[in-house]
């Protein structure tokens, strides 16, 4: 057992809750509800850290996952308004924002046929044209040009919008997603699944349930997804927990989950631009609190572009095991709503190194987490220059 928990195991200053929560993480126990409340109400940042890099390294050790992935967003102009997003705003200046027929997101895929990407990550605003039909024909279309590219595409949000006009079911429309070449779900549109934020914030879009009920439907077609949860903006520490909890409840159902990752609410250039965003030590808590409370998950994903590449490296300490990919994001949902890179791209050498730096070791992933290159021993010619990367003093765990 490493020094960290022996230390908070034996520390008898520490509230007998916290004691309790520390044994039963330790020894692989779920932790309830009112625990996980309590974590978010009292506990510290250092043994928050200590128990989720236990929960991690049980899981994972070292390894820390990226894939070479690339963003494509269909439009950024939105029929709803989510009062967070800065997509929702363009609906009455629609002529500044972008609408791609099928052509011009096909000329995009094709951009990448000589780049080793592995997956394509399609997600963006909810319009009238961009219907069952144009969605299925989009992913047909990507198939017959590069069909071992990975389709992770649109949330239950769009799901929703276009399976009602298209009058199907949630698992009629799911099972004709599979069938047009979709491969997985991404997590997003998760938000807050309380009615007592989610009508507050994102009021007419696709409720907590429905965003559950869609994700059940594609993991029964024995499909993965991921699962997202937007924090720190007006929500209640109480609201989290109900979000973490009935994750879990349909994890322990399905099974389909991959991955959770927590996004950070970011302020710039939206309806909440007034609500302080949260700091670095609560992103911390609440990766940490996310991977002690969502034991049946493989994955806690850090996304870098929302939190910075500095944070997102500290976060390989406190239970995070995944930093996405290279994303290539050309387009614009992130800088638009105030993330640290106006364009975010990390070449591989970046991410490696990256992840090298805090003492981890970088593993390239597919979208379904089978292992395509692991970099304990690579060497980038980058390596001999200058810079010097893996020759510099690695964070202390
Ligand atoms: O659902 C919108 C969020 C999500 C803001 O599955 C905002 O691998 C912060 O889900 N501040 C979409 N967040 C992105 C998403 C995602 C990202 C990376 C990887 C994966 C994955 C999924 O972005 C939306 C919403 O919750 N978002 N506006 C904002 N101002
Ligand atoms: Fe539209 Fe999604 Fe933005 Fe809400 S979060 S306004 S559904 S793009």
Known sequence: MNNKIEVILNDTSLKPELQQIAKKVVNGERISEEEGLFLFDEAELSYLGALANNVREKKHGDHTYFNRNFHLEPTNVCLYTCTFCSYSRLIKKREDGWEYTMDEMMDMIKKYDDEPVTEVHIVGGVLPQY???FYSELFQNIK???????????TPVEYHYIFKKGKVSYAEGMKLMKEAGLDSMPGGGAEIFHPEIRDEIAGGKCSGDEWLEIHEEWHKLGMRSNATMLYGHVEEFRHRVHHLEELRK????TGGFQTFIPLKFRNKDNQM???PESTIIEDLRNYAISRIYLDNFDHIKAYWPMISRNTAQISLAFGVDDIDGTIDDTTKIYAMAGSEEQNPAMSIEELVNLIRRVGRTPIE???????????????F???NDYRGYVSLPVVNK
């Open 273 to 275: 631009s007034h609500v």
């Open 381 to 383: 010619e980058a390596d």
């Open 144 to 154: 017959k040009h590069r069909p071992e590219l990975h389709i992770k595409a649109l």
């Open 250 to 253: 349909l994890q322990d159902k």
């Open 365 to 379: 992933r597919d979208t379904l987490y089978n292992i395509i290159t692991d970099y304990s021993d690579h060497v």
């Open 131 to 133: 219907d069952l039909k």
